[in-house]
């Protein structure tokens, strides 16, 4: 057994306290379906990182490896809020590595499991640091593919204003990157199919508008509770993903104003050209239906600066949204 993989197969407890790429292993944060995730000391410049170890297969995949080279240097040089910051992404030993900031907190997955639904306002705010993190990767000319609630951190804020700090990573490491369509060579689809878009199950080319939709998968569960599509097999949910229009958000939280299923409905529009532009469109739209307008309570930040700006840029809704898409719960008024 070659070394890289008896590090990285090895329980848990047998890296801690050894050494990995000037990195000594502090604890196990947690894994994923790729990978381990530690939190390291960076021994040459004694601070604390969260170090990524990812499956030895993946380093031998030539098309994982160049995506990963090539999406971890353009994340690093994105300088974000809302980024998780890339210190170093690299090869020992054939084992593929990423070391990043550390951020104490959560993800949203485990915040979303432990406390159900969020409130308008909380959704609100982490779907916008969310939205603006997306959208400057966009602007960069990278698809981020794989926006599910895993991939959100969250980590306290700095006041009261603003009570959660969130953070987006795993730029280019979904395994769906191994094939076009996101299947494997035997069939399966790799990873969760909650927040996968239509054309992405189709393997048609993606853009920056395959992330509003799955940023409005990981919004409306943040609201609702689930997911907009909950199905009792893959096939079923990937059926549902291309071809069933998603249930009100209203049906479940009653407590929301109808305005909030039409922005759904958009954001998780079958088509790319059907949803919001961006990301930052499609919140400045759940904003303005869910709170009337966005609240400035507090000094505008950076985000709140740019959602005002899309929403003024936010085109008129195509004459087939004037209309409900869908009949109320409960049938028409
Ligand atoms: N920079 C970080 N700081 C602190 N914790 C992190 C950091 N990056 C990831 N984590 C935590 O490590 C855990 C594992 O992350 P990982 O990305 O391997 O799995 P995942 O995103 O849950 O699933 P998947 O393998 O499908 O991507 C997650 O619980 C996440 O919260
Ligand atoms: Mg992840």
New binding site residues.
Partial sequence: MSRETSLFSGRPSDLIGRQVAGYRIERE?????????YRARDLRLERTV?L?LLAPELARNDTFRKRFTHESRVAAAIDHPHI?PVFEADETDGLLYIA????AG??L??LLDGRGPLPPAAAARIAAQVASALDAAHEHGLVHR?VKP??I?VDRGTDSDHPEHVYL??FG?TKKSLSLTGFTTVGQFV??LDYVAPEQISGRPVDGRCDVYGLACVVYETLAGHPPFRRDDDMALLWAHQYDEPPHLTATRTDLPPAVDEVFAQALAKTPDARHATCLTFVAALRAALLGGPPERHPPTEVDRRIAAADEERPKPPPRWAAPVFEPPGGPA
């Fill in positions: 944060i947690g894994r994923g379906g790729m990978a381990v995730v969260a990524k998780v990043m900031r550390y951020v959560s993800d997955r485990h794989d895993g991939n951190l990573t795993d490491l990873g969760t």
